[in-house]
């Protein structure tokens, strides 16, 4: 159980573009959802905590309006990241709890996202 | 600004040595959060602490928090070949409705059977 999933794992887009990435949480109802990226070799970073039918909370440093992110029901959760440059290239990885075990955070299997 | 320091880096054990990884704070934490990521995987949430003082045992993992709230560790007894991974840690702070949540570099841990 608890099985989350991230669609797409892998995109490349050209500089400029907007591109969107989905997390699911497939068995379990979820209000909170994280959103993280993770460049090679390096730590996660927590961007971003996405709460159902609210605004998200965005870390220091991390733009909003560059990455912006939707929770519109319990089991979805969306990051766009808009006019992508190169240095968003990462590994985007959204995480999420459950509504009746918030100790516990479900991780995706993440997003690689490339811009050329 | 906060930060997390983890270490070491790097821990190559012998299949069935023990195996501790460190994470210390600058700032006092609220909680604290150990993850494990297998390499080419994603990060697996071991456990939060949240006590001063607490300790949590899952299996051959003991967890700890210090009596400050500024450090904390990770030991695996008897490390086996399923334990190969990056273990992190991530310290949350005080502050604003959440708090920033600071992730450490990570330990690698690698085992030799």
């Known amino acids: 159980g608890a099985v989350v999933s991230q669609h797409p794992s892998w995109v490349i887009c050209k500089s400029g573009t907007s591109v969107k990435i989905e997390c699911r949480s497939l068995d379990f109802q979820a209000t909170t959802m994280f959103w993280y990226r993770q460049f090679p070799k390096q730590s996660l970073m927590l961007m971003a905590t996405s709460n159902e039918g609210s605004k998200a909370t965005y870390e220091q440093g991390v733009e909003k309006d560059k990455f912006l992110i939707n929770h519109a029901s319990l089991t979805l959760s969306t990051l766009t990241v808009t006019s992508a440059h190169p240095e968003d290239s990462s590994f985007y990885i959204c995480s999420a709890q459950e509504v009746w075990d918030t100790d516990t955070q479900y991780f995706g299997p993440g997003t690689r996202l490339t811009v050329l | ?113």
């Open chain 2, 1 to 113: 600004g906060q930060q997390v320091m983890q270490i070491p880096q790097y821990q190559h054990v012998q299949e069935g040595e023990d195996f501790t990884t460190y994470c210390n704070s600058s700032t006092t934490l609220s909680n604290i959060q150990w993850y494990k990521q297998r390499p080419g995987g994603h990060p697996v949430f071991l456990i939060q602490l949240v006590k001063s003082g607490e300790v949590k045992k899952q299996k051959r993992l003991t967890f700890q928090f210090g009596e400050a709230k500024k450090n904390s560790s990770l030991h695996i007894t008897a490390t086996q070949t399923t334990d190969v991974g990056t273990y992190f840690c991530a310290g949350r702070n005080y502050g604003g409705s959440q708090g920033n949540l600071i992730f450490g570099k990570g330990t690698k841990l690698s085992v030799k059977p």
